[in-house]
């Protein structure tokens, strides 16, 4: 039977995942906004830094669920229907690949002065070659495997098992959890996280598996890595190409 309490391994987990990796993760990428350029160098150690870091959470997390009692179908790593879950999660990944072509060409759309922080973020810390993209494919298989462990297979169900069964309490808070790890993202991304996430902890609910968030966590951050910068470098060029025409014409016109 699992513990109903918060053992003290648990409560370090807690305040790590709520305070520690929310505030490291806004000052490291706080940093990286303040510089000048990235170099792909750059880039691609960022990604494996985050890789790494991902999977020793993962693990210890995994050590300590199972230590105390937890089995991997508690925590979402099973396929109790699995035409459920194959069904569920093409029909979610389609949705999020939809949602977020969608929201990325709207961003495009807007002139560049108007797009914010997103366009900065963006096009800094997102791939831009063909070895940058191969590093943040393994990085976003990783995202999607830890992150999908983390909160919606250990976070949630600490919280149906200390909430006694509550589906709701669980999903809020694995989703205010899960929102919290994108604080760099600001405000907005916040938002826009806790509702992604809520919507990923009602499917692990529905059909007791991760398989399904897994695919479509990895679709959702794919698809903004391969296309915002193309979309967002392309809104660039008429207005590069306007400034330069402009300064070919002046400069023709002087004597």
């Known amino acids: 039977m699992l513990p109903a309490t918060l053992p003290w391994d648990f409560v370090v ?20 906004m303040r510089r000048d350029a990235l170099t792909s160098v750059d880039r691609i150690a960022l990604y494996a830094s985050t890789i790494a870091f991902q999977w020793l959470a993962t693990a210890i997390i995994l050590w300590r669920a199972t230590a105390h009692g937890y089995s991997l179908a508690d925590l979402g ?15 979610l990944s389609a949705l999020i690949s939809f949602n977020q072509a969608v929201s990325i060409r709207r961003l495009a759309s807007l002139p560049s002065d108007k797009q914010g922080f997103m366009r900065a973020l963006t096009l800094k810390l997102m791939p831009h070659n063909a070895p940058e993209r191969l590093a943040f494919f393994a990085l976003v298989a990783t995202v999607a495997l830890c992150e999908e462990i983390i909160y919606r297979g250990f976070i949630q169900r600490l919280f149906l098992n200390v909430s006694h069964g509550s589906i709701v309490i669980a999903i809020l808070g694995a989703a205010v959890f899960f929102s919290l790890a994108h604080l760099y993202q600001g405000r907005r991304g916040l938002v826009v ?6 919507i990923f902890s009602a499917v692990c609910a529905w059909t007791g598996s991760l398989v399904p968030t897994m695919a479509a966590h990895f679709v959702a951050d794919l698809s903004v890595g ?25 400069v023709d016109s002087n004597p």
Request: cysteine-free; charged content about 10%; overall charge positive.
């Open 13 to 32: 987990i807690l305040i790590v995942l709520a305070i520690i990796v929310p505030w490291r993760g806004a000052v490291r990428v706080r940093a990286l």
């Open 226 to 250: 391969l296309l915002a910068p193309r979309l967002l470098k392309a809104r660039e060029t008429p207005v590069l190409e306007g400034a330069s025409n402009t300064m070919s014409a002046s």
């Open 77 to 91: 790593l099973a396929l109790p229907s699995p035409w459920l879950a194959v069904t569920v999660g093409l029909a």
């Open 193 to 198: 996280t806790f509702f992604a996430g809520a």
